[in-house]
């Protein structure tokens, strides 16, 4: 859960970095590798709050891939409880 937190601080330090030149910026490859592990819902919200990669297909596909990881994740551990 922690992701949620993580991950738009992520985006919002990148989208800064990129408005300013010759700033080191946040692989999207660790952008990516965040939103996977759990942050999907964090990386949606930032990337609509920032405006950040939002017309990159790349990080639009693990949006998708990362929500349904996170409801498989919850519709197992309701099985498991039940």
């Known amino acids: 859960m ?3 937190i993580v991950v ?3 985006y919002w330090f990148d989208k800064r970095q990129s408005q300013r030149k010759n700033k080191q910026r946040i692989p999207e490859r660790v952008l990516l590798l965040f939103t ?3 942050g999907a819902l964090g990386a949606i ?3 609509q709050r ?3 990669k ?3 297909r790349m990080f639009r596909v693990c949006n998708v891939l990362g929500v349904a990881m996170l409801a498989t994740w919850i ?3 309701w099985q498991y409880w039940l």
């Open 54 to 56: 939002t017309q990159k």
């Open 2 to 4: 922690q992701n949620l």
């Open 50 to 52: 920032f405006r950040h």
């Open 36 to 38: 996977l592990m759990g």
């Open 75 to 77: 519709y197992g551990a």
């Open 8 to 10: 738009p601080m992520l």
């Open 45 to 47: 919200y930032a990337q």
